[in-house]
């Protein structure tokens, strides 16, 4: 599994100021921190947001590297979301973009 280093750089990598549609959106990752998408903008700030995920660190590692669609997460519990929906459902295409 990744540090949390590594996945804000390869978000940052892969987000434009478009990615998000003018949302913002936190990651909030157990037992490693919370990951914040502001524009192009990346921390690891744990602040409000338009949308926060929650999972444990193995569940975000394998929807990070595509290995987990996110509709099963989500299904199963694994995946929480509170907030748009819609902005959760742009996370998928920025994952591919940092692992491509």
Same mark, same amino acid.
């Given at each position: 599994m990744k540090s949390i280093d590594d996945y804000v750089s390869g978000i940052r990598q892969a987000i434009d100021a478009n990615s998000l549609g003018g949302k913002t959106v936190r990651m909030d990752i157990d037992d490693l921190g919370s990951i914040h998408i502001d524009g192009t903008t990346v921390s690891t700030d744990k602040i409000a947001a338009d949308c926060v995920l929650s999972a444990a660190h193995d569940t975000y590692d394998k929807l990070y590297?595509?290995?987990?669609? #996110? +509709? $099963?997460?989500?299904?199963?519990?694994?995946?929480?979301?509170?907030?748009?929906?819609?902005?959760?459902?742009?996370? #998928? +295409? $920025?994952?591919?973009?940092?692992?491509?």
């Open positions: 590297t595509g290995t987990l669609d #996110p +509709a $099963i997460a989500f299904g199963t519990g694994d995946l929480k979301l509170v907030g748009e929906m819609s902005v959760a459902l742009r996370m #998928p +295409a $920025i994952f591919a973009k940092a692992n491509s």
